[in-house]
């Protein structure tokens, strides 16, 4: 058995202003804030949020060209090289990541998708 998630190689990684920002959404009523004098973004698409989930609300029969920004921390050997597999199925739909291949020197190095 293996257990790739003991190693993972690759983590998504928020800031403590992104983990903000997803809590202000999350959290609907202004009474629920701890701190009463933050503010919060008013909106925060889910393509905004550094998870390696993505989805995006589109209308059938219309193209689109969509970007879902990503940043990634390399916890696997300080020499990795990562490239990108997409799995998809027959559709027209044309899906692409760039860079397709991600080059690490170190540990703890960030690496950005768009």
Same mark, same amino acid.
């Given at each position: 058995?293996?257990?790739?998630?003991? @190693?993972?190689?690759?983590?998504?990684?928020?800031?403590?202003?992104?983990?903000?920002?997803?809590?202000?959404?999350?959290?609907? %009523?202004?009474?629920?804030?701890?701190?009463?004098?933050?503010?919060?973004?008013?909106?925060? +698409?889910?393509?905004?949020?550094?998870?390696?989930?993505?989805?995006?609300?589109?209308?059938?029969?219309?193209?689109?060209?969509?970007?879902?920004? /990503?940043?990634?921390?390399?916890?696997? /050997? +300080?020499?990795?090289?990562?490239?990108?597999?997409?799995? /998809? @199925?027959?559709?027209?739909?044309?899906?692409?990541?760039?860079?397709? %291949?991600?080059?690490?020197?170190?540990?703890?190095?960030?690496?950005?998708?768009?």
């Amino acid at each position: 058995m293996e257990l790739k998630a003991i @190693d993972s190689g690759l983590v998504h990684e928020n800031s403590v202003q992104e983990n903000f920002k997803i809590w202000c959404n999350i959290s609907q %009523t202004p009474e629920s804030m701890i701190n009463k004098n933050a503010s919060c973004p008013m909106t925060l +698409a889910t393509k905004e949020i550094n998870y390696p989930f993505m989805a995006v609300q589109v209308v059938a029969g219309e193209s689109f060209v969509v970007s879902f920004p /990503r940043s990634v921390t390399n916890v696997g /050997r +300080a020499n990795s090289t990562y490239v990108a597999h997409i799995e /998809r @199925d027959r559709s027209k739909l044309q899906v692409s990541v760039e860079p397709n %291949t991600l080059q690490f020197t170190t540990m703890n190095h960030i690496g950005s998708l768009s």
